[in-house]
């Protein structure tokens, strides 16, 4: 009886001796913040975009540009709006321009395209404070484009674009750099071209 009355009275003692304990501080070098940030994302894309084969659409509206213009290359411009999927996946929608300039009868032409891009980032390597930032990655992208002047290389197209690509996710938090190299397919006009290009990404 006496065994179990002392243990009554220690149990409210401990309880009042640990709330009036002092407590512990939060370590002041605990990050408040993320490395990496992940989610919704706005990016810039600007580089070469190259076509192998410029066949000309419509003879008739254009009988100087021959048959074809051959090769034809200029400068390509891009944006993108997406979120993240994880630390590996991600979707976005995209908007291309590509200004190409073939031979002195072709001319020049302009490819305006938009569409949507998936990205799958296969390897990843950590930095010293264990944070993924350097990342390999392969994309896809579709899009429905508008080519001018019309009747050139076309009037309208869907154009396919993939390949390989690096990205580093920089010490700054909520920016990412990176460069791509594509393989190009215009379906309708039947041309492959490829695209080589540099990229910046800010995420929120």
Known sequence: MRKL???LLLVPALALAEDSAPQLQEDPRKAKFDDVERGLFVGLEAGYLGMLDTPTADREKHPLAGESG?????VLLGVTLGVDIGARLSVALVSQLGNERANANYGAFSLLSAGADLKWA???WRDRNDWQRFFLYVHGRAGYAKTFPEGLFGTSDIVLAGGPGI????KLRHYSIGAAADLVYAKKAGA????VYPTV???F
Not at 70 to 74: D, I, L, S, V, Y
Not at 167 to 170: R, V
């Open 201 to 203: 990404r800010y995420t």
């Open 192 to 195: 492959l071209g490829f695209a």
């Open 70 to 74: 051959g090769r034809a290359g200029g």
């Open 167 to 170: 990205e580093y996710f920089t």
């Open 122 to 124: 296969f390897a990843g």
């Open 5 to 7: 009355a002392a243990v």
